[in-house]
């Protein structure tokens, strides 16, 4: 990418590059031509003042595909300057020959700014603005810190205590960052809001700024004691652990294994938690689950303590990690067995039953056993294969083991003739008519005996309860797809299935415009969701449930018993969490996989975070950057115009997915949308996140989140419609 800085007589060049000022306002340039991937020049620095901004892009510089560039400033994002609206589009065939110009005033700070081209990824840069007139910034920031919070009589902080960090900066420049560290060796985190200190114990606060011109203040530090508040709380805490991993056939872990340890308190609140390796090793403070790689025989112990002082007894995990096997690759051996009553001519009565067993000898076990019916797809075998269809037929069948070895086919023939008796299919409704009926429409095509031994009347459910005609069109469409593909019926008769199905009006919207209840605020409807992770929810008399007050965690409550593609989610929540500091932090998750079909995350709501969207909830008025709205980690919305309610009002809420886009709406207002539109990444950056390629589903499961004990949150009237 090149980078250039043209300008008027005000700001000029010399010899060597440096930019010399004079008592006129600046002009900056941009140019583009044929590259879809950056500007051809743009400016990277500034001085505050009056501008003229240039964009041109047109043949003069390099543009001769005629595509038209749009240069826009960023005003959605804290991080940079937000008081310049721009947003020029040029084209080389526009009234201006595809070159603008706009007057601004920049001031101190840094402003992005983008350009977005049809059909393809926005271009992005930086222009730094420094302060005019004022010389070289030299001078590092002035930085303070003060601690806040209820004390005892020695001047110790009762339960928590909270460090406020301020920073200036005299040099002109303006703060860049503002830092803090906890402990004499703590790594540095940018600091964002005020630091909660609960853990009892002395402690130290450091912190340090910057400047925008790169100088550094000195490291200043706050030391204070946190003590546990007057308390009867004479229990303590409640421990447990648990070991995950992938084991071998003899329990054994694989090259690893994680040892979770959680603790909880209802009294003084658990204060902290260690572990310790082996029978005689060091007891460590513990802040993440422990992964233990050396082959061997383990011992884990962990203990917790509250911060009314008591100590939990000691426990102890014991595990095994062995080295992984060789690699597999062996593919399994399959065998087939055909049973059944014969007649003389060895063909079976009635119904042949066919039973497949496989075996894997090269240590990585079976993933997967298949067949094949008559050069149909391939199926997967998980019970004998009944065939009564009178003919001859030829059954291929194959198997994958874990290493991703598949079997050549095998192949088992035989005959089928009338007679003989099988047990009944099962078949999602009963329809013995002899043509196929959609709804009182008949549409004279033989009622067969599918692969499945079901009737096609009876694969098409008509008499099921549909939520919207358009779902019923789309299941018979994906019924009679199959059915063309396995040979029962013909295009023709394809077609006047769909037609009668379209004829036959059924699922249109009645009297809930087809919306379908997933919580109705009843106990039977609550029983239907399932917590995994920490806190919880309780159901309240009025049919909403709260988070709770007292089981401490971050967790969720997801529904597992469907899974949902395009839909549109309408439910209220309100903030419920107590006193005038703290607000409810939550949100509800999309499209994430079954939790425990990823026994590699030791808490199963992180598998929403990771692999879903997390749609927020947080009406804050500082502190996380993600409000009500956002969508978390990707898509940012601040406050104000998202018409924020007073705390303990019900909010309405819908969130609409339709393919990869996302429309946000809260009491009726669009608040964001968003297209997962595939290489994003978490914001800020996660070492475990899979980004958007691939990895957030197309559908998924609905869930609820528990931030913790004081984020308290209340939902009701939770409903679905899908699209």
Not at 616 to 636: A, E, H, N, V
Request: hydrophobic content about 35%; charged content about 20%; proline content about 6%.
């Amino acid at each position: 990418m090149v980078l250039g800085l043209a300008s008027t007589a005000a700001y000029g060049r010399t010899g060597s590059g440096v930019q010399e000022k004079s008592a006129l306002a600046q002009t900056l340039t941009w140019t583009a031509g044929d590259p879809i991937d950056h500007y051809l020049t743009f400016p990277t620095t500034a001085v505050a003042g009056p501008t003229t901004i240039v964009f041109e892009n047109s043949a003069a510089t390099g543009n001769t595909s005629g595509m038209p560039h749009t240069l826009t400033f960023d005003v959605s994002d804290p991080e940079y300057n937000n008081d310049v609206q721009l947003n020029i589009l040029a084209n080389p065939s526009d009234a201006q020959g595809g070159k603008h110009t706009a007057e601004v005033t920049l001031t101190p700070g840094r402003y992005r700014f983008h350009c977005t081209i049809p059909g393809h990824s926005a271009m992005q840069g930086i222009l730094t603005v420094t302060e005019g007139g004022g010389g070289e910034d030299t001078t590092a920031p002035e930085t303070s810190a003060k601690v806040d919070g209820e004390t005892n009589a020695d001047g110790d902080y009762l339960g928590h205590a909270t460090v406020s960090v301020t920073a200036t900066d005299e040099g002109g420049s303006g703060v860049e960052k503002t830092e803090y560290a906890l402990g004499a060796d703590g790594a540095w985190t940018p600091y964002t809001a005020p630091v909660m200190i609960h853990e009892v114990g002395t402690h130290k606060v450091r912190y340090r700024a910057t400047d925008k011109a790169g100088n550094t203040a000195a490291e200043k530090a706050v030391d204070f004691n946190v003590v546990a508040p007057p308390t009867d709380d004479q229990t303590p805490p409640e421990t447990s652990a648990t070991v995950s991993g992938e084991k071998d056939d003899q329990g054994r872990y694989l090259d690893m294994a994680t040892v979770t340890v959680t603790a909880s308190d209802t009294g003084s609140g658990v204060n902290k938690i260690e572990y310790a390796i082996g029978a005689d090793g060091a007891w460590t403070a513990y802040t993440a689950p422990v992964m233990v790689h050396e082959a061997g025989t383990h011992k884990v112990r962990y203990r917790a303590s509250d911060k009314a002082g008591n100590a939990a007894a000691e426990k102890a995990v014991d595990f095994t990690v062995v080295v992984p096997p060789a690699e597999d690759k062996t593919p399994p051996e399959t065998a087939a067995t055909v049973a059944g009553a014969k007649n003389s001519d060895g063909a079976y009565l009635g119904a042949a039953t066919v039973k497949v067993t496989a075996t894997d000898a090269g240590g990585s076990g079976l993933d997967k056993i298949e067949y094949s019916l008559d050069a149909g797809p391939y199926l997967a075998y998980t019970a004998p294969v009944v065939v009564d269809r009178v003919g001859h037929h030829t059954f291929l069948h194959r198997a994958t083991d874990k290493a991703g070895n598949t079997s050549e086919p095998k192949r088992a023939s035989f005959d089928v003739a009338p007679g003989g008796g099988v047990p009944a299919p099962n078949c999602p409704e009963l329809d013995e008519r002899l043509t196929v009926f959609v709804g009182t429409v008949d549409t004279g095509i033989p009622n067969r005996l599918t692969r499945g031994r079901c009737t096609i009347g009876e694969l098409i459910e008509d008499e099921k309860e549909w939520t919207s005609h358009a779902l019923f069109l789309k299941h018979v469409d994906q019924v009679i797809d199959k059915l063309l593909a396995d040979g029962v019926i013909d295009q023709r008769e394809h077609k006047k299935i769909y037609a009668a199905a379209k004829q036959s009006g059924i699922g249109k919207p009645g009297q809930t415009e087809g919306y379908r209840p997933i919580f109705d605020g009843t106990a039977a409807s609550l029983a239907k969701w399932q917590q995994v992770g920490g806190g919880s929810f309780g159901l309240n008399a009025d049919g909403s449930i709260t988070s709770s007050t007292t089981v401490p965690g971050m967790g969720m409550l997801w529904l597992p018993s469907r899974k949902y593609e395009d839909f549109s989610l309408k439910l209220q929540f309100r903030d419920d969490a107590p006193g005038d500091t703290n607000f409810a932090n939550g949100g509800v998750f999309v499209r994430f996989p079954n939790v425990h079909d990823h026994p590699e995350e030791s808490r199963p709501e992180w598998v929403a975070i990771k692999y879903g969207h997390e749609v927020q909830i947080l009406d804050r008025p500082d502190g996380d950057m993600y409000k009500t709205g956002s969508l978390y980690g990707f898509d940012r919305v601040g406050l104000g115009g998202a018409g924020v309610t007073p705390k303990g009002t019900w909010n309405d809420y819908e969130i609409k997915v339709e393919g990869q886009h996302y429309s946000i709406l809260r009491n009726g207002v669009l608040i964001n949308e968003f297209d997962n539109t595939g290489g994003q990444q978490f914001n800020p950056p996660r070492d475990d996140d899979p980004g958007t390629d691939g990895r957030r589903f197309a559908s998924g499961y609905i869930g609820l989140q528990v931030h913790g004990t004081t984020d308290v949150i209340s939902y009701r009237d939770i409903r679905i419609k899908e699209l």
